[in-house]
């Protein structure tokens, strides 16, 4: 198993510029979530999703998007590049609680993206 | 607002010592408190807790829950220059399973 995997691990972006952040995990979790980190800081969940088709907002989702069409894919869509999203970029996926066994969160390798 | 709160956030000791991290939480629908650990990348699990009063050990490390004060303890003992790392804890909502993290822990362990 690859686990989580994240493209890009580096960008640079100009101001107004636009991309999407890929993340694939091949453990059949049902949920996947987005956070971002700050230096010095802990973890912000940016937008998380319950299932193939559900998606929803975390603490900080304003700038982004993010779409689910299948239970592998969580792709996670900047629009507008701005300094403020200079940050890394972590995605993370679980099973359900309910589906039984631990569900504790297991981590991509992240996206380091800065906003010039 | 939910919110967890770790102390202290930086701390530097020599190679041998004990060290005790705190961990206070306020979660709506609390379901469960994390601890990961975080070197140069992405953070990798430690611990789970769900019950109060239960310990849960790997190895040197131990850690304990208290649901009536909020709060949680991660303990290294006889630590080791690879225990150097970012200690994160995390609070967990019920439903979507979604982490609410403290900001972090910067553990230095000098030789």
């Known amino acids: 198993n690859a686990g989580v995997t994240q493209t890009p691990k580096f960008r640079i972006l100009k101001i107004g510029q636009s991309m999407t952040l890929q993340c694939a995990q091949d453990?059949?979790?049902?949920?996947m979530y987005w956070y971002r980190q700050d230096p010095g800081m802990g973890l912000k969940l940016i937008y998380y999703?319950?299932?193939?088709?559900?998606?929803d907002k975390g603490e900080v989702p304003n700038g982004y998007n993010v779409s689910r069409s299948t239970t592998e894919d969580f792709p996670l869509r900047l629009e507008l590049a701005a300094p403020s999203q200079t940050s890394v970029y972590f995605c993370?996926?679980?099973?359900?609680?309910?589906?039984?066994?631990?569900?504790?969160?297991?981590f991509g390798p992240g996206t380091r993206l800065t906003v010039l | 607002e939910d919110k967890v709160v770790q102390s202290p956030l930086s701390l530097v000791v020599h190679e041998g010592d004990t060290v005790t991290l705190n961990c206070s939480y306020e979660?709506?629908?609390?379901?469960?408190l994390l601890w990961y650990k975080q070197e140069k990348k992405a953070p990798t699990f430690l611990f789970m807790l769900?019950?109060?009063?239960i310990e849960k050990k790997s190895g040197r490390l131990s850690s304990i829950l208290d649901k009536k004060e909020l709060f949680s303890i991660l303990n290294i003992t006889a630590t080791q220059t690879g225990d150097s790392a970012v200690y994160l804890c995390?609070?967990?909502?019920?439903?979507?399973?979604?982490?609410?993290f403290g900001q972090g822990t910067r553990l230095t362990i000098n030789p």
């Open positions: 999703s319950v299932g193939a088709g559900i998606t």
């Open positions: 979660v709506t629908n609390f379901r469960s």
């Open positions: 769900t019950s109060s009063g």
């Open positions: 993370a996926s679980s099973y359900s609680f309910l589906a039984g066994g631990n569900n504790e969160q297991f």
């Open positions: 453990m059949n979790h049902n949920y």
């Open positions: 995390a609070g967990e909502i019920q439903g979507a399973q979604k982490l609410v």
